[in-house]
């Protein structure tokens, strides 16, 4: 299983982005994907997943500004983020759960992640 995302980049505060995250592997129309982020000298931090059953969660920082969706025909899973502020800074990961664990803002239970990408939003 490889997962491969792109999309991070500069952009000024109230800008947007649209990250993505292509999966290279089976059954990724019933597998949780998440998006999670880490940025300088703090802990990765859950921000947005997506259920196989197309249910979506959002971290409370994100919620109105940033979206997750997925396309099953392209094994991808996106992040449209608007309204960004420095404050989400970090480097971007996309993860994929295969168990169904249900925790979806706990990076312990997501079984495979992506190299990740650079959001900068400078003010």
């Known amino acids: 299983v490889q997962l491969q995302a792109s999309g991070g980049g500069l952009v000024q505060a109230g800008g947007s982005l649209r990250l993505a995250c292509r999966a290279s592997?089976?059954?990724?129309?019933?597998?949780?994907m998440g998006w999670f982020r880490q940025a300088p000298g703090k802990e990765r931090e859950f921000v947005a997943a997506?259920?196989?059953?197309?249910?979506?969660y959002y971290a409370d920082s994100v919620k109105g500004r940033f979206t997750i969706s997925r396309d099953n025909a392209e094994n991808s899973v996106y992040l449209q983020m608007n309204s960004l502020k420095p404050e989400d800074t970090a480097v971007y990961y996309c993860?994929?759960?295969?168990?169904?664990?249900?925790?979806?803002?706990?990076?312990?239970?997501?079984?495979?992640w992506g190299h990740g990408t650079q959001v900068t939003v400078s003010s």
């Open positions: 993860a994929a759960d295969r168990d169904y664990s249900g925790f979806y803002s706990v990076a312990k239970f997501y079984d495979y």
């Open positions: 997506n259920s196989w059953s197309g249910d979506s």
């Open positions: 592997m089976r059954a990724f129309s019933t597998t949780d």
